[in-house]
């Protein structure tokens, strides 16, 4: 719309300065131009004459007011377009000259929304869960729950040290790792379930053919039977089976460089040749 087009002043001088093609003749500020329709706003009010930025104004005086009306729409969209830029520029981080961070920065970010409780677990299960992580967890008795969670979903998609090590949780027996077992257990409150440590140990060696310690705990299932499989049966206790896992341990660990299982291992061969 023409400026000349427009019957009142002030109202022309503000939207002359607005759209100003010399950017330091603009309003530096939003506030700055902000105050400037609020004037006119008052002077209507003095004089009862003139225009008004109401909407209510002009939806009760629309067939007498048509020219008023464009002058609202242009104020509305220099304040769009002024806020649309802003957006624009700060989603693409193009560098905004040195004039131009007076009106960037007078501009208020937007309030961020608090996230629902939906987000909320999205952005848990996005997560990246490791080993570590869980024995992190495990390690520390208020955290230690979640942990366990994290270890078996990390057994579930097949992550061979997160399955021996709940085959080690589930056991109740002596334990020889380096990794504090028994203290994780006592935090997390995991119940002893011994089918489930040997079918642990059965996994892990099916994962992980060539891990020593693995070997070791199902070859020692087999010799024990029972008592350590929770299986009540006389096929829980296979010697056979335990000599051919207990050999390959033993293999691995002296490969590995690992004397105390090598001795350990050795130690369970021993006993059970004579029988073989």
Known sequence: MPLQLIER????EIIAKATNKKQDLRYQTVAEFRVAVEQLDL???KDNSGFSISMAHI??????????????????????GGYLTYN?????????PEQNKKVTQSIAPSPSLSPSPSQKANALNTQRITYESAVKLLSNVNSASEG???????????DFKSTYLLGRLYYSGKDYQADNVKQMKRNCGIHTNLQKSHEMNISAVQLN????????????DY???QSRTGIPNRESRDLKKAYKYLS?????????????YEKLINNQLKKIKPYI
């Open 43 to 45: 002077l209507r009010n």
């Open 209 to 220: 053919g060539k891990d020593y310690k693995s070997l070791f705990e199902l070859g020692s």
């Open 9 to 12: 002043k002030k109202v022309r």
């Open 88 to 96: 624009v520029l700060s989603s693409k981080k193009i560098a905004v």
């Open 148 to 158: 366990l969670k994290q270890l078996k979903a990390l057994e579930e998609k097949g």
């Open 248 to 260: 390959t341990a033993f293999e691995q660990a002296k490969i590995q460089g690992d004397s105390f």
């Open 59 to 80: 939806k009760d005086s629309f067939s007498n007011n048509l020219k008023y009306i464009s002058v609202a729409i242009a104020i509305i969209l220099i304040i769009g």
């Open 223 to 225: 010799v024990a039977g």
